[in-house]
């Protein structure tokens, strides 16, 4: 890792690869890269766009990050949206800055019972999401990746390499590009396509649940779409191509294919997870 950290980009053109989400399965974004190295001509001059979710439930968390950090700083064409998972770590960390003065008080009162049974050492002005990470977000596997005990979030902060925080604090909401816009999770319907870029692009972290990165229910686009919205988030058996829609995520994290598809050409990739890891 010899370059330094570059700004993740968020403007981008020409051939894209979309990848769903990775949930610490290293071996299956390797093998996608392997993939494209031999069916994709001209690969280097590709934008490879990750849509967000890289750690929990897979058994490489650590490592999964670590090469994920690789390519942000040694391929150029290479950029990352963030996924809810990776709010909620990112906030569990303290690892974005927060509005001052602002009120997370009443955050607490809508976790659930269950997610209250973790013992989190530092919680002050902690928004919801972070609060729920422990349980909620099946981060069991990214603790036991990094030697942490589980739920104490100042013992995962000391061992998160600063390479990896920086990573998590310049992903952003929104990735836009002449024919499409890649998000987490979709665009809400209760907004005009305008509305949905401008809170993307303001990364409101007051927001109790960000809908963008958060709802499942976010298949269509808005009526007034004026781009194809590609997304992951949600999981379904195969990658689906709909009016002014692509959602690549096959795997929800739980030991399935992860996919990828080529844009403008619509060539769809799949990685399956190396079973000695699971």
């Known amino acids: 890792m010899s370059k330094q950290y570059s700004k993740m980009a968020t403007e981008i053109s020409g051939d894209v690869i979309?990848?769903?989400?990775?949930?610490?399965?290293?071996?299956?974004?390797?093998?996608?890269?392997?993939?494209?190295?031999?069916?994709?001509?001209?690969?280097?001059?590709?934008?490879?766009?990750?849509?967000?979710?890289?750690?929990?439930?897979?058994?490489n968390s650590k490592e999964t990050l670590e090469f994920l950090v690789d390519l942000w700083k040694n391929r150029p064409k290479t950029t990352f949206l963030m996924g809810n998972h990776d709010l909620a770590f990112s906030l569990f960390l303290g690892l974005l800055e927060l509005p001052k003065n602002y009120d997370y008080e009443p955050h607490k009162s809508h976790l659930k019972t269950r997610e209250k049974k973790v013992e989190i050492p530092q919680t002050d002005n902690m928004p919801l999401q972070g609060l729920r990470y422990p349980i909620a977000y099946s981060a069991q596997n990214t603790f036991k990746s990094y030697g942490a005990k589980f739920g104490n979030n100042k013992e995962l902060n000391e061992i998160v390499s600063e390479d990896v925080k920086q990573f998590y604090r310049s992903l952003p909401w929104i990735i836009n590009h002449p024919k499409y816009n890649f998000v987490h999770g979709g665009f809400s319907k209760e907004m005009t396509y305008e509305e949905n870029i401008e809170q993307l692009e303001r990364r409101d972290l007051t927001l109790i649940r960000p809908v963008w990165l958060c709802e499942r229910n976010l298949k269509k686009a808005p009526k007034d779409a004026k781009k194809i919205i590609v997304s992951g988030h949600v999981s379904y058996p195969e990658v689906q191509f709909l009016t002014n829609r692509i959602l690549v995520d096959t795997t929800g994290g739980y030991n399935k294919y992860i996919s990828a598809v080529h844009l403008p050409t619509n060539k769809v990739f799949r990685a399956f997870p190396n079973e000695q890891n699971n």
């Open 18 to 59: 979309a990848i769903g989400d990775v949930h610490g399965y290293l071996d299956s974004v390797k093998d996608l890269f392997r993939q494209f190295e031999e069916n994709i001509p001209d690969f280097e001059n590709t934008w490879v766009v990750f849509l967000g979710d890289y750690s929990d439930r897979g058994p």
